[in-house]
């Protein structure tokens, strides 16, 4: 029997990088820190999938969507004869035209809800001029993310089970092979490129491999880098810069909400166990200050998720709020108690940017850990 060939080159890099971007983001998703790897494979995930559609409508036989057979009267005979009927496919059969068509368009909503997430809550990223609007408060995207991510893995689970169900069943079509192979044990005509296939693949699959190096080693581009300005409290603030940064951390003004900083500064005398009175004026002066900035005027995630979980509670202590605890619980005691940590409190040992306002995921290090 004669071997054609049927998934030309661009077509089996788009499959197998696809598997390796996905499980490269899906790895990523394990930590706060890892943020920029996870957004960077993200989007090397949309590029593929933009190559992938232009693909499905220029490129070659079998690979273009309008040989995906998509009929529902098919995918039922097909399911119906699978164990005794011997019919062969050159391209996908029913089953797989149906999971690769749901695989793609789940994982193209979950670039866009990645990306709307990453604009409301992180303020980088095409949706960057979402944060701070009405959707601030808002963890839908995430949540819709993270639901479409799970029906992923169920399409990815089904889309594995049948290709080895396949190859249990049809030992003799040779699909998983073609997988690498490119060529089906089939009578057919074999694929052939032109020239103008050759062009979009080189272009689609060189963006593919060029975004996530671009993103990871140029930091300052415009699909990742913060919107959010740091601030200089020494030359806005100076006078709440050194007074309140003598003894600890600069705690940026919305890490709290008004009433808090209120609480706080009606009791200098009485802080935490020390004396850290000031004049009367100059209380006032700062207060007027944390105020002004709390988190009531912010529209940074940390600022809106710390004040959201302590409700109505009366808390003058960052470290004291629901959210704290639960984003820290999974830092050990001794890790707090290290020299170089010095206590809960001492948000710079592991936050670098926190006394700029900034709390980025991307700024995040424990020392004395592997980053
Ligand atoms: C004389 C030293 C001193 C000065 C000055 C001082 N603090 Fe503190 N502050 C402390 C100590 C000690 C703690 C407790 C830290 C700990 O729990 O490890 C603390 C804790 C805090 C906390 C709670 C941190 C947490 O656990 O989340 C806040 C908020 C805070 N201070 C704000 C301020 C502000 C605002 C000023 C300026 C008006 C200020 N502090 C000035 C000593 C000081
Ligand atoms: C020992 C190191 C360490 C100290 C000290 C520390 N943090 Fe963190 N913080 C982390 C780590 C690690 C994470 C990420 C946790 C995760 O994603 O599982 C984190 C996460 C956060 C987050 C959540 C970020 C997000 O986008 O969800 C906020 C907000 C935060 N820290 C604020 C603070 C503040 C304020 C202080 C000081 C009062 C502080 N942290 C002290 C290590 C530390």
Not at 41 to 67: M, N, Q, T
Not at 87 to 102: D, E, L, Q, R
Not at 143 to 159: K, M, N, S, T
Not at 330 to 344: S, T
Request: hydrophobic share 45%; charged share 20%; net charge neutral.
């Amino acid at each position: 029997m004669k071997n054609s060939y049927i998934w030309s080159l661009p077509t089996r890099l788009f499959h197998g990088l696809l598997v390796l971007f996905i499980l490269g983001a899906y790895l990523s998703a394990e930590e706060e820190s890892w943020l920029l790897w996870h957004a960077a494979f993200g989007f090397a995930v949309g590029a593929l999938l933009l190559f992938r559609i232009v693909w499905g409508f220029w490129g070659p036989e079998h690979s273009r969507f309008a040989d995906f057979d998509l009929k529902l009267s098919s995918l039922k005979t097909y399911m119906l004869t699978l164990l005794n009927s011997h019919k062969t496919y050159a391209g996908h059969n029913p089953a797989a035209s149906f999971a690769v068509i749901g695989i793609i368009a789940v994982t193209l909503l979950l670039v866009l809800t990645g990306l709307l997430t990453y604009g409301v809550q992180e303020n980088r990223g095409l949706f960057a001029f979402l944060h701070g609007t009405f959707f601030k408060k808002m963890e839908l995207f995430e949540e819709l993310h993270e639901l479409l991510g799970a029906l992923l893995y169920l399409l990815i689970g089904a889309h594995i089970a049948g290709v080895f169900l396949d190859r249990l069943l049809h030992p003799s079509h040779g699909t998983l092979r073609s997988i690498v192979s490119g060529y089906k044990p089939i009578e057919g005509r074999s694929v052939k490129l032109t020239f103008f296939q050759k062009a979009i693949a080189l272009l689609g699959i060189g963006l593919a491999l060029a975004t996530p190096v671009y993103l990871l080693t140029v930091r300052d581009n415009p699909l990742t880098a913060t919107h959010t300005a740091a601030v200089d409290y020494r030359t806005e603030h100076p006078l709440f810069a050194n007074e309140c940064a003598a003894c600890h951390t600069l705690y940026p003004p919305s890490l709290l909400p008004g009433r808090s900083w209120r609480r706080l500064m009606a009791d200098l005398e009485n802080h935490f166990g020390d004396d850290a009175s000031l004049e009367a004026a100059e209380t006032q002066n700062i207060l007027a200050y944390l105020v002004a900035n709390a988190a009531e005027h912010a529209t940074s995630e940390a600022a809106f998720k710390l004040s959201a979980s302590m409700s109505n509670m009366d808390i003058i202590a960052v470290t004291q709020t629901p959210f704290w605890k639960k984003t820290h619980r999974r830092i050990a005691a001794d890790i707090f108690a290290r020299d170089a940590v010095k206590g809960r409190a001492n948000c710079k040992a592991c936050h670098s940017d926190v006394e700029r306002g900034l709390l980025e995921d991307t700024n995040i290090t424990i020392p004395g850990e592997r980053s």
